[in-house]
């Protein structure tokens, strides 16, 4: 007798939905913040009678387990749970905010951090996590620009795979892994003024060509759910848009997963303004796409009347209970509700500082004043708000981040430094956000005793992650007096900026001999600033974002458009050598502004290292090449200075003529190479033409014929040298 083949995940699904009733289907579709460690008669209450699809934010791994044999073993139907969290970069191991792990532009690393998340997560019982965040990041105001991976369509989408990859592992049933959840889509870091949650009036070709690709890639790459966004997207807050839920998601991605409200958004329709009431909601979220609803409870306040006056279907609340069901079969609760006890996984510190390392981008460095040399420094002087702060290093999204973990910079120095080097730390202001100067004196004083002064400054945690977005960029508080204050003794200066967004430097630049940008690195800030400081490590991250020069320069970004009066070196006048009485002209008038110029103060990709990288030889094959061929971009990169590095070779292509304007140039490859000393190598991309496809006049995104013009560098001003043909 043949052993009769296991049910597939859609005959179980359909077997459940013939067994459950209305009550237990519209349970499902709940995912309920949990009691914060206890286990309320309610919740209870709740869990046996069938009313609760998923818990949120709940990672005790005893009352998790409790939450999954309630489920399990007291509900008529034993339908387990959903345990969703925010592990955003790290668990109790905490790695760079995503914006930092994006300044290493190293997909490996990043899927490797996200699975090391994984395991410790899921051994507290948690089993799906709101991650990874791939809005794009282009407003440096936002304060969730922190949790991007930056400005980029391909660098984002590259690491959104592999971030999925690393929650989702092998398969979703292994007990180690997490479900993805790709967020929160669609738009939501055009926030209009960089201001969280404000309207996104985007333009679909603008969705389709900027902020759509890294979701379709994290659904080519398999991701188990997608969030909407808060956002209004051009009259249509995503929570309750069928362009993007349905059309766009399921349609034309073929999107089979489940997607999961942000918090309380759909009653928060009613607040926008786009319905009256939270039945008006319920319905207008339900009928868009939205499967499951977060924290607020309108679903189960109102299906039942709203499948009454048949203003939804018992039909359509099947095909959204089904896509919970179908995450909770993929992920194998059925079989293995209970999580593991023990964490298994190699060593995360050191995947912690190695990520750490990697994410720190060296932004200047005069008369090579780094790497420290040790020999010559006998008294260090260390100051700022920011050099011995456990927590403030971890950055946002760390609810479940261990401090007591944390090495920061100044215990770090101090170890590794403390036979030979005096060590001398004076904190100069409170906090990052105080103006009191009360500190100064102590650290005049020891940045005077030094050789070298290294100033910690930047801005505290909270000063960037969600609702936290600010007006201006400027260092914080009286940093910038700090800084000028040790600058006046002509001690060398050090500037390490731990921050969650690119800060606007203009102003501190000159006073500092070397700036390396630390973001917020995480559990490992201070071994991994200490490496590169001394040179046992050079710095290899390369700028994920445009810095402005101020906020006045936003939006400024490296995809940009040329306008039809792109600046040029002979227009670009400063405001100060504008003749008096001036008379005014139509002519000559080009795109920039009098007090900030064309250019920010560092461009995408941008990165310094230890050592210097020449490129030549940029160079095409073939020439011409049809519709769906492929043509390879090659490249001699030499590393022509002293020191073993790494460099993050980046590709670059623009198509200069198309049925829609296209931008100036825009990211189509990178790769890190390591070159010792003088070595050089030839390093190739291969493009297919699909990989040139635009969204075109009529919205399709499609690969017109024509020319293209392609270069190679080491960040986005890398000239573009070469050019080669499409053919029809
Ligand atoms: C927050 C965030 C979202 C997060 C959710 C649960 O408001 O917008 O990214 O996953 O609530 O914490």
Known sequence: MAATPPLSIEDRIRALLGAMTLDEKVGQLWLRQGDGG???????????GGRVGGILNEVDPEVTRELQRLATEESRLGIPLLVGRDVVHGFETVFPIPLGLAATWNPDLVESCSRVAAEEAAACGVNWTFAPMIDIGRDPRWGRIAETFGEDPVLTGTLAAASIRGFQGETLADPDSLAACAKHFAGYGASEGGRDYNSTPLTERELRAVHFPPFRASVEAGVASIMPSFSDVDGIPATANPFLLRQVLREEWGFDGLVASDWNAVIELSVHGLTEGDREAAREAALAGTDMEMASHAYTDHFQSLLEAGEISEAHVDEMVSNVLRLKLRLGLFDHPQHREQIRGGPRLDLAQEAAVQSLVLLRNEHDTLPLNRERIRTLAVIGPLADEPYEQLGTW??????????????????????????????????????????????????????VALLFVGEESILSGEAHCRAELELPGAQAALIDAVERTGTPIVLVVLAGRPLALTDVLSRADAVLYAWHPGTMAGPAITDVLLGDQAPSGRLPVTFPKSAGQIPVYHAHKNTGRPPTPETVISIGDIPVAAPQTSVGNTSFYLDAGAEPLFPFGFGLSYTRFEYRDVRVSPEAVPLGGTVTVRATVQNVGAVEAEEVVQLYVRDPVASATQPVRQLRGFQRVRLASGESREVAFTLHTDDLAIVDRDMRWTTEPGTFFVGIGGDSRAPLAARFEVTG
């Open 38 to 48: 206890t286990v309320s008669d309610a919740l209870r209450s709740a869990i046996r």
């Open 398 to 451: 760390v609810f479940d981040g261990d401090p007591e973990k944390s090495q920061t910079p100044l215990q770090s120095l101090r170890q590794t430094l403390g036979d030979t080097t005096v060590v001398r730390y004076a904190r100069g202001v409170e906090t990052t956000r105080s103006l009191g100067r009360d500190g100064f004196a102590d650290a005049v004083e020891a940045a005077q005793a030094a050789d």
